[in-house]
């Protein structure tokens, strides 16, 4: 079973910093990319940032410039460093993975439960 599990959500000032982090569990994880989405009531899920395993990071326009997307491949996890953050960032902010499991012929995308972020003075 694949699980994905976020952290680093909270409440920050406009202008601040945080970091999130997610972790891909299970063994024998091929995994062909990872990155955030996020999302509000009311509003689709949105790309914010992904990074293919091999390839370079792509960023949402919303977020160049202030947003990093890294990942640790030894620990299948991946990271959102987010700074100079504005009250439009507030949202729930999900991890999702493109894997194939060892067992599996096919490739299929997780998402983790969501960690909230909230910009506000």
């Known amino acids: 079973q694949v699980q994905l599990v976020e952290s680093g959500g909270g409440l920050v000032q406009p202008g601040g910093s945080l970091r999130l982090s997610c972790v891909a569990s299970?063994?024998?994880?091929?995994?062909?990319?990872m990155g955030w989405y996020r999302q509000v009531p009311g509003k689709e899920r949105e790309l914010v940032a992904s990074?293919?395993?091999?390839?370079?990071?792509r960023y949402a326009d919303s977020v160049k410039g202030r947003f990093t997307i890294s990942r640790d491949s030894a620990k299948n996890t991946v990271y959102l460093q987010m700074d100079s953050l504005k009250p439009e960032d507030t949202a729930v902010y999900y991890c999702?993975?493109?894997?194939?499991?060892?067992?599996?012929?096919?490739?299929?995308?997780?998402w983790g439960q969501g960690t909230q972020v909230t910009v506000s003075a």
């Open positions: 299970g063994s024998s994880l091929s995994i062909y990319d």
């Open positions: 990074i293919p395993t091999g390839s370079r990071a």
């Open positions: 999702n993975s493109r894997l194939q499991l060892s067992w599996s012929s096919s490739i299929l995308g997780y």
